[in-house]
Each structure stands twice: as C-alpha cells, then as structure tokens.
C-alpha cells in the first residue's frame, strides 16, 4: 500500500512549485491582473477557470513553473477538487500560493492510489507531494486516505487471494497494530453457534471454510458499539446460479467487510473513547453436494427459523447471526455495512449507499455528516407493511421476498429481526464499487459510506485525547 505519510507533509518552506486556485467566479479578475504574456498562454491552453482543468505558468528562470487550477468554488475546496492534479502533475513537491488545503487533501492522496499487486509492466508515476500549513490536520487526513486505499485493496483482490482466512489476516492485522483481541469462530463451533454463517459457506473448499471473526478494543467500561461486515468473499449464487455477468465482478461482495475493517482502523487510530466490537461473517457461497438448497430450513443463533427461497439472497443469512452476536453484548449502536441487494443500486445508483436506520434522529445525523464530508447516503423507509413479502408457511420467515418488488426494503426488515429492539442501528446497503473514474476515485473497490459513518462517529463520542 502507498504510504500516503510520504504525500502529504508540514510546510518547513522548503522548495516546492506553487498551485493558484481560482473558480470561474473569479478566474477573469485574477487574469486581468497577469501580464499579456500570461493571457496569451492560459488562452492558448484554453484555461477557463472550471473546475478540474489546469494549465502550467511559466516563471523567470527556464525550469521555473508553477500551476494554475480551476475549482469549483474558491472558498470551499471540497475533497476532490485537487485530486485530478495529483493525477496528472510531474512528480515533485507543490504548495498553495493560498491557504492550507483542508479537506483536498483527502483527494490529493486517494488520486494516487494505484493497485499493482498483479502487474509488473507498468511502473507507477513517481510522488506528488503536498505541502500543508494545516499541520494538525495532516495526521488525520493520512488515516482517512490509508483506509479508503483499505478498503480499496481489499475488494479489488480476487477471490482466490482473498477468502474468509485472508480476511481473518486482514483483521489480525490491524489488530496487532492496536492492541485488540481477535477471535474466530469455525468448524463444529460455528456450526453449532452460527448455523447461518455455517449452512453458506459449507460447499466452498476447505481452505476457505467459513467462520465469524470478531475483535475488541478499547475500555470495557466506554459505551460499546457494534461494526458488522458481510464477508461474502465471492457470491456464485449458490444453487440458484448467477449469470455469467452477474458473477463477473463478485469478488467485491465482501465491500461490507471491507468497510468495516477499515472503520474499525480508523477508530483505533484515533482512540475513539468506545468499547470497539467488530464482527465479520466470512464465506464463499459456492456450489458442491453439500451446498445449502432452495426450501432449506435454517436455524439461526437467534432460534428463529428461515425458509430459504433464494441461496442468492446468502448475505442476509451470514448477517442475521452477526447481528445476533452483536446485540448479544448489548451495545448503544449497531452499524452494518453490505453489499447486500441489486435493488439498492436500482434505487440510488452506484455512488449512493441506501441507508436504512431504526432511529429518526441517528438517521438524520449520519445524513449531516456524509454531507459534510461529501460522502453522501440516501435514507430508504422500514417500512413494516412490506414484512408480509416475507412471510413462510412453515418457518418464521422466508429469507426472499416474492414478487421482486422493494428488494432493498425487505432485505433490511429480515435483519431488523436479528437486531435488539432497543438498541439504534444503522444499515448501509452500498455497492463498494465504482463502474467509472472520476478525480480521485478510479474505476474499481470504493469506500462508499465509510467516511459518512466516522464522521458520526467522531461527532457522537469526540476524540479520546
């Protein structure tokens, strides 16, 4: 992984080309102001001003240069507004001739994520480094950056290198860099305790067994939150087989995980004063003799039984016995994160997490929070009258609903049945993915929500100083 600690330094004013930024707004006051010489250039180069375009200025000596940005808005640089300049400068040092860079910096580090990890012909492009006068902001920012590469690497390594056990590594790893306890459950033991998880993952090759990781940090007496993953590592669709192209990009069906994971790094990394619970059901849903059946009946650890009307519908089963686990040690928050349902992206599209919550004023605060780090969700209703969409005639619940109508909804109505009444939470059905690039965020494994949810988090429980 990049060591976005190498791109982003304190200014110690030391040599570095300079970025002016303009927007639109006031591109034609700042030119009227230059030489003709300069006029004539940036017109050359059919500079206006927009956002994301640039143009280079030339200086007094022959290798002196400096550069010209268009942003949106001058005054309120948002976090991708740099991103295509570090995309495409010369590698070296840069400063704005105004200001700090605040929250681009996050896009001046993510621009420069590449993932290499199978090819050897294409050497990456030396460093773009920032220079920061916002000093006590660099540290944060970098964490933002390395988790958002997180998830990033996590989803785009295929699924041969990147099953239940490799998740259970990734989570042992940042433990280790923490101090938290992991704990895995597999075999017999998951069996018995998690049928769900187990009746998944059981046709996949032993080496990628199923199991729940869990891992805990922080006092025991801070309030306790829950951080919920699905773990898919790739979703065949079990025995209700999917297409070729419905298969094609399945090893990202592990997004919530990765989400999590990367969630539970940034709270370690700044010591959020929580009780950190994070659970990831880890499995293959794979297809053999012993794979679980369409009319199947599951017990689950919560001793309710579901029909099975669809094995593509396996997230919510490996879920349900999470979330069971979670509300077990009765925390003041539940958050999950799944690539859970086609009918969310249908809904919202790709770049919108559909958000589901069980608390109006936990909705209405996560909502404010991806607005202002520009990491938006889109609240969906549970609404309860799609429950009969749901119902068995010889289980408890049917974990598919007939028809195909409201997919997203009654997804998350069957894991509200796995969650305490009592306890707030949150589900974000998010797509982890992005089919096309834009500045600072390359086609491929995206944290899609990620950002929303630390920023709740550090409104509600502050930094542990």
Known sequence: MTDYSDLLKA???????????????????????RPAAVRALLMAQKFRGHAHEHAILPGEKGDDWSVIAGVAVRDALGPWC????????PEGSYRLTEGGPGAAALGWLTAQYRFDRYRRDDPPAGPRILISADVARIAPTVQLAQAVALVRDLVNTPAA?????DLEAAVEKIAAACGAVVTTTRGDALEQGFPMIHAVGKAADRHFAPRLIEMTWGDAAA???????????????????????????????????????????????????VRL???????????????????????????????IGNTDAEGRLVLGDALTRAGEEKPELIVDFA?????????????????????DAL????????????????????WDGYADMLKSDVADINNAGEGGFAGAITAALFLKRFVPDDVPWLHLDTFAWRPAPRPGRPKGGEALGLRAVFALLQQRYGRNG
């Open 161 to 165: 290198d990147m099953g239940p056990p």
């Open 339 to 359: 690539t859970l349902t086609g009918a969310a992206r249908v809904a919202v599209g790709p770049d919108l997490p559909a958000l589901f919550a069980n608390d």
């Open 277 to 307: 619970h994070l659970l990831i059901p880890a499995a293959e849903n794979a297809i053999s003799g012993n794979a679980f059946r369409p009319g199947d009946i599951l017990r689950t650890r919560k001793g309710l039984s579901v029909e």
């Open 11 to 33: 200014d110690n004013q030391k040599p570095a080309r300079s970025i002016h930024l303009v927007d639109a707004k006031g591109y034609d006051a700042w030119l009227g102001d």
């Open 363 to 382: 909705a209405a605060d996560i909502a404010a929070a991806g607005a202002q780090v520009d990491d938006p969700t889109w609240r969906l209703p549970l």
């Open 223 to 273: 309030p306790r939150i829950a951080i919920v993953g699905k773990g898919i590592c790739f979703d065949s669709g079990g025995l209700d087989i999917k297409p070729s192209s419905g298969m094609r990009i399945m090893k990202k069906d592990m997004g919530g995980a990765a989400h999590a994971i990367a969630l539970a790094q940034l709270i370690m990394a700044a010591r959020l004063p």
């Open 82 to 89: 740099l991103a295509r300049l570090a995309e495409t400068l």
